[in-house]
């Protein structure tokens, strides 16, 4: 079984299009993350969120917004796609702060703005 | 971690080298830090971890090394094989914040 799991793993879309992109994990962790890989890999958080708290980037738009049904889910809504979007997105989770074996993460959604 | 540049940094070696890896982080308060492998298409993958009250910590063919003075980590790859080929990220976290800093990422490239 995945531990991470997110869908789609690739995403075409048209500018000012409103997509979303799941993601589940199965190893009981109690936070979940979405991060934003850019062309030259560098992996910027976007969002960490637990039963208690979402903290959000204070950099990332408002387009974005991050839903979480439960403690297994955590789903990236975005709005009004612009070009500046495409990139890879990976979702993650840990248990405690990530502080005792890391962040397991998600094999990526690779979002292509057109 | 820290990004060092606009470029993706690239250490090239021969299988069965040893190779070695370097990373630098700027928060002091860091006292968790975190190597990541992501190999082409797929996510990071933790390698290994090490706390700030260790300078250093052994794994299977892998070595951390912390120098809290300089705020420098690294990491070690002995016998280096093909699959060890990806980029690799170090990630620090501390200070009261449970979210990782993550460094720019270095890709390595095996040659056999």
């Known amino acids: 079984d995945t531990a991470v799991s997110q869908t789609p793993k690739y995403l075409v879309t048209q500018m000012g299009n409103d997509k979303s992109i799941k993601c589940e994990q199965n190893?009981?962790?109690?936070?979940m993350y979405w991060y934003k890989q850019d062309s030259k890999k560098f992996l910027k958080i976007m969002f960490s969120?637990?039963?208690?708290?979402?903290?959000i980037n204070e950099t990332v738009p408002n387009r974005f917004s991050p839903k979480s049904p439960d403690k297994a889910h955590l789903n990236l809504h975005i709005n009004s796609l612009e070009l500046g979007d495409s990139a890879v997105y990976f979702c993650?989770?840990?248990?405690?702060?990530?502080?005792?074996?890391?962040?397991?993460f998600g094999s990526g959604t690779r979002l292509t703005v057109v | 971690g820290e990004s060092v540049g606009l470029h993706l940094p690239t250490l090239s070696v021969q299988e069965g080298d040893n190779s070695i890896i370097n990373c630098a982080y700027s928060?002091?308060?860091?006292?968790?830090f975190i190597w990541y492998k992501q190999e082409s298409g797929k996510g990071p993958q933790f390698i290994i971890d090490?706390?700030?009250?260790?300078d250093k910590r052994q794994g299977q063919r892998v070595t951390v090394l912390l120098n809290k003075t300089v705020k420098h980590l690294s990491l070690q790859i002995a016998a280096t094989q093909p699959g060890d080929s990806a980029v690799y990220f170090c990630?620090?976290?501390?200070?009261?914040?449970?979210?990782?800093?993550f460094g720019r990422g270095t890709s390595l490239i095996v040659h056999p």
């Open positions: 928060n002091s308060a860091s006292d968790y």
């Open positions: 190893l009981g962790h109690d936070t």
């Open positions: 993650a989770s840990s248990q405690s702060g990530g502080q005792k074996d890391g962040y397991t």
């Open positions: 969120y637990n039963n208690k708290e979402l903290i």
């Open positions: 090490i706390r700030s009250n260790m």
């Open positions: 990630a620090d976290q501390g200070g009261g914040s449970y979210i990782p800093t």
